[in-house]
């Protein structure tokens, strides 16, 4: 990983956090009007709990939208975790928010279901995951095995509805590494 790459955004002197800190079953609807990929996290019962010590330690997973990359930092900004990614489809209005965020939950083996968009009764996507690491209402980090390329520039004609894709390796890695409460700065 370059150091250029971590210089862009200074941790934690600029850092202000984002409004997730936490989601139950009554939230859903909430955040699905609050989210570009409304419904996609489609959780039944979530819980938060920080089993991290992410601000204290400086740890956080930086997502980069104008390299498409994100990086795992550790508290001394060495790079623990890296990858190329496809993040929020800018052409079509679903790109990702920029912001400061916290992973509220880990889950394995979901089912990503978004509304129905463009009208014709059908959802506009349903994809199986492995590996779901929301941070926003319905947007998350996870892995897209139907994606055969990441990063340049996919996301502004063929990018996702506001989540960040990650390669299905990279994604089980990430998801290993990473604890509820893990901090995510989201910047162009």
Known sequence: MADSMREEYSYPDEMSYGQT???????????????????ESDVVESTYADDSDSASTGRYIDVDLGAQYAVLYDGSGNALWESPIVS?????????????????????????????????????????????????????????????????????YDGSHGCVNLPYDAAASLYDLVTVGETVVVHW
Do not use: C
């Open 21 to 39: 800190y936490g989601i139950s079953e009554d939230q859903t609807s909430a955040n699905e009007e609050n989210s570009g990929e409304s419904g």
């Open 88 to 156: 929020g489809d800018v052409a079509t209005g679903f790109g990702t928010p920029e912001g400061t965020y916290t992973i509220y939950d880990k889950e394995l083996s979901t089912e990503l279901v978004g509304l129905d968009y463009d009208g014709d009764g059908y959802p506009d996507y349903d994809n199986y995951v492995d590996y779901w690491m929301p941070f926003s209402g319905g947007l998350g980090l996870h892995d897209a095995s139907w994606r055969e390329s990441f990063g340049d520039n996919i996301y502004s």
